[in-house]
């Protein structure tokens, strides 16, 4: 477990050390710049955490890359491994988003985002997380200040310290 060595970290008020492996499995979810899948459609992938393929679909959709995804050669039975060169950062990251987003966690972990994003797909991301802080909250690590602009708070870890910054305006 995480152990300060002062204070403490809360997530809505409850120390993070109180959760049980059941509760953060259920409340938690994360979302990578590499996120791993198996060799595997996109169904398969997405289906581990919900089986519902309406619902997949409607989360594609939310994250406007359901078009994309039906276009790949066998479209949603596209294999993620197999089948690699249909897939940019882009589409693998946003794909790992939606898996976290169909796992229905109240947090999500964001840890970076591809460092090969175009402006376009950094402003849709942006407009996706925007829309994401409607149902669930999220949480991001990063090494740039890529998302800092939609961030109620931002926070930089520095030689061992936490340090609040004031709002980033976009």
């Known amino acids: ?10 997530m809505d008020g409850i120390n993070i050390n109180d959760f049980n492996k059941q509760t953060y499995n259920h ?12 060799s595997e459609s996109i169904f398969d992938n997405l289906s581990y955490v919900c089986s519902s393929k309406k619902k ?11 078009e994309t995804v ?7 039975d596209t294999n993620v491994i197999k089948e690699a060169d249909q897939f940019n950062a882009y589409l693998l990251f946003m794909l790992g ?3 976290a ?3 229905n966690s ?18 849709h991301v942006k407009d996706c997380l925007i829309n994401l802080k409607k149902s669930c909250s999220f949480i991001i690590f990063s090494a740039s200040d890529l998302a800092a ?16 910054l004031a709002k980033v305006e976009g």
């Open 101 to 103: 987003i169909l796992s």
């Open 56 to 66: 997949i679909v409607k989360v594609l959709k939310q994250l406007e890359i359901y």
């Open 27 to 38: 409340n938690f979810s994360y979302a990578t710049s590499k996120p791993y899948f198996y």
């Open 106 to 123: 109240e947090w999500i972990a964001i840890y970076e985002f591809p460092t090969s994003l175009t402006a376009k797909q950094i402003a």
């Open 70 to 76: 039906k276009n790949l050669s066998n479209g949603l």
């Open 149 to 164: 602009d939609i961030c109620d708070n931002c926070y930089v870890m520095a030689a061992g310290h936490i340090r609040k």
């Open 1 to 10: 477990s995480i152990t300060p060595t002062t204070g403490t970290i809360t």
């Open 97 to 99: 988003l939606a898996r």
